[in-house]
């Protein structure tokens, strides 16, 4: 399916006086995708062609991004999984399937928890429960140098966050051009920071027993960002969760992505989706 997000038109529910945009494209059940640090909707651009041939398509902009509200932070993960929850509520009578990656996925596990008439079933990709002290340096140090670079140092020091070394040396030309491409929107220092204190004080390790719907953990082997050890903890605590390790790093959903998408469309498919079953430990590579 051909889908241009950024043409896709704005809708907007407004939360505690900030507005939060919300786009939606495809038909069938209800799918909300929630994207991580500073990235805003146009980065779903490549699942989202394939999720909205089997699914309702809703994606939102988190406060701080894109169309949605920019105010004075620091945000929460908690705080963040309520704007998602509005946006529910707004765009479906249905319980929804949440996709979300990174950031996205810490918000997601606070939707389920806080808000679990809303939710499904879960994918959650290169995420995490807690910060470790290794974490926190890498978002504290995110923080720092997008106050101090300029947009494309900035771009370089994430690409080389998210990316593996064997797929910076193999797209080294692409990752360059893509550096100097402004985003629609910039975001601004304040709320960068403010997201990334979202990230810092985000703690459901102790509550990860509530989560009760079925649950698809996905990380990267090579992912020296929020390292697997991470989804390994999410796995370990979730009852009904299954862990499939990718090649790849922190973005093995755009490096691997064709058998990412395959594997989450197939697997948030009704049919496809395991009964509810207990946990047995199994990760899968």
């Not at 949440?98 to 996205?104: N, T």
């Not at 080294?172 to 403010?194: G, K, N, T, Y």
């Not at 102790?206 to 090579?222: F, K, M, N, W, Y």
């Amino acid at each position: 399916m051909t889908v241009d997000i950024a043409a896709l038109p704005a809708r907007q529910v407004v939360v505690d006086g900030c507005p939060i945009s919300y786009r939606v494209v495809g038909e069938g059940r209800p799918l909300l995708l929630v994207m991580g640090l500073g990235a805003d909707v146009s980065a779903w651009q490549d699942h989202a062609a394939v999720y909205a041939e089997r699914f309702r398509c809703i994606l939102v902009d988190n406060r701080g991004v894109g169309q949605s509200g920019q105010p004075a932070g620091p945000y929460s993960t908690r705080q963040m999984a309520g704007d998602c929850a509005r946006v529910v509520r707004a765009a479906t009578d249905e319980p929804v399937a949440v996709v979300g990656i990174s950031m996205g996925g810490a918000i997601a596990q606070e939707l389920a928890l806080r808000h679990p008439a809303l939710v499904r079933a879960l994918v959650l990709v290169s995420t995490w429960a807690r910060c470790d002290g290794y974490l926190w340096e890498v978002f504290d140090h995110l923080r720092v140098a997008h106050g101090a670079l300029g947009p494309a140092e900035f771009a370089q020091l994430l690409q080389l966050r998210i990316w593996t070394s064997d797929y910076v040396s193999a797209h080294l030309a692409e990752l360059r051009e893509a550096r100097q491409v402004s985003p629609a929107v910039p975001v601004p220092d304040h709320a960068f920071a403010a997201q990334s204190a979202a990230c810092l004080s985000h703690d459901t390790l102790s509550r990860l027993g509530g989560i009760d719907v079925p649950t698809l953990v996905t990380a990267g082997r090579a992912d020296s960002f929020t390292v697997p050890a991470h989804a390994e903890q999410i796995h370990a605590a979730v009852r009904e969760s299954r862990l499939v390790m990718f090649p790849g790093g922190h973005a093995h959903h755009w490096e691997q992505l064709q058998a990412f998408n395959d594997l989450t469309s197939a697997w948030l498919s009704p049919k496809h989706q395991p009964s509810r079953r207990p946990h047995d430990g199994t990760v899968e590579t």
